[in-house]
C-alpha cells in the first residue's frame, strides 16, 4: 500500500471520529430530554385520542428504551450536515472544479428536503393517519397503543416521506448526468403519478386520505425536478476541467 492510500485512510479516520465526537456531544444533550423527545413525537396521536385510552408500554424495560432509541435516531437525523459535510471535505480535493460547486448545493437541498418530508410527515400526514384510525375502533374496544410499536410505525413513516422528497435531487441528478433525458421522463408522466400513488398506497395506512398525502407531493416533487432540470445550466455536471 503507497504512501498516498494510507495518508487518505487516516484522513477518512480523522474525520469519521470528529463525527462521532459531534454525534456524541448530539446526543448527551438530547439524552437529558428524551422523555420530553418522546412525548413531542407521540402528540400527533395523544392530542386525538379519547380520554379514556392511553399509550401503553408493555415490556419492562420499554419506558427507557424506547425513549433511549429516539435519541440515538434523532441524534443521527440533527448530525445529517455534520456527517456530510466531512465527507464532502474527504471528497473534495479529487473533484473537478463543477462538481465542487454543484455537489455541497445538491447535498445541501437534499438534507433540507429530507427535513422537509419529516416535517410534512408530522404535521400533516400522521394526523390525518390517526383520525382515520381511531374513526374506525369499533365500539366498546380501547386503542391502548404500544409506545414501542408507535416509535416504529412513526419512523417508518417519517423515512418514507424523507426518501420521497428526494425525487427532485434524483430527477436533476439523472437529467444532468445524462442518464435519461427530460423529455422522456415527460412522456412517462402518466405513469409516474400512477407509481406516486402505487407507493403512497403501500407505504401509508390503509385510507385514501393518507395515500393522496404521500402522492400528491411525490408528483409535484417531480414536475419540480423535470422543471430545475431543464433550466439552462452555466456548468454541466459533466464536464472535465480541473
Request: glycine fraction near 6%; charge should be positive; charged fraction near 10%.
Amino acid at each position: 500500500m503507497n504512501k498516498d492510500w494510507i495518508n487518505h485512510l487516516i484522513e477518512l479516520r480523522a474525520r469519521l471520529l470528529r463525527s462521532l465526537v459531534y454525534l456524541a456531544i448530539i446526543f448527551i444533550g438530547l439524552m437529558t430530554m428524551a422523555g420530553d423527545l418522546y412525548h413531542w413525537i407521540a402528540e400527533p396521536l395523544l392530542r386525538l385520542l379519547p380520554q379514556q385510552n392511553a399509550m401503553i408500554a408493555t415490556q419492562v424495560a420499554a419506558p427507557f428504551l424506547v425513549p433511549l432509541k429516539l435519541t440515538v435516531i434523532t441524534t443521527l437525523f440533527a448530525g445529517m450536515p455534520i456527517i456530510f459535510y466531512q465527507l464532502w471535505a474527504f471528497v473534495a480535493p479529487g473533484l473537478y472544479k463543477h462538481e465542487k460547486r454543484t455537489v455541497p448545493l445538491l447535498l445541501l437541498v437534499s438534507i433540507l428536503l429530507f427535513y422537509a418530508g419529516i416535517a410534512f410527515a408530522y404535521f400533516i400526514a400522521l394526523p390525518v393517519s390517526f383520525r382515520f384510525f381511531i374513526s374506525v375502533i369499533p365500539q366498546g374496544v380501547l386503542m391502548m397503543t404500544d409506545i414501542s410499536a408507535y416509535l416504529d410505525f412513526v419512523l417508518s413513516i417519517f423515512f418514507a416521506f424523507g426518501l420521497a422528497f428526494q425525487i427532485p435531487i434524483i430527477i436533476i441528478v439523472c437529467i444532468r448526468t445524462g442518464v435519461i433525458s427530460a423529455e422522456t421522463l415527460r412522456k412517462q408522466r402518466p405513469y409516474v403519478i400512477i407509481g406516486a400513488f402505487t407507493l403512497g398506497m403501500l407505504l401509508t395506512p390503509p385510507d385514501v386520505f393518507s395515500q393522496t398525502l404521500l402522492a400528491i407531493p411525490m408528483w409535484l416533487l417531480f414536475e419540480l425536478g423535470l422543471w430545475i432540470a431543464g433550466k439552462p445550466q452555466r456548468t454541466g455536471l459533466r464536464q472535465p476541467e480541473k
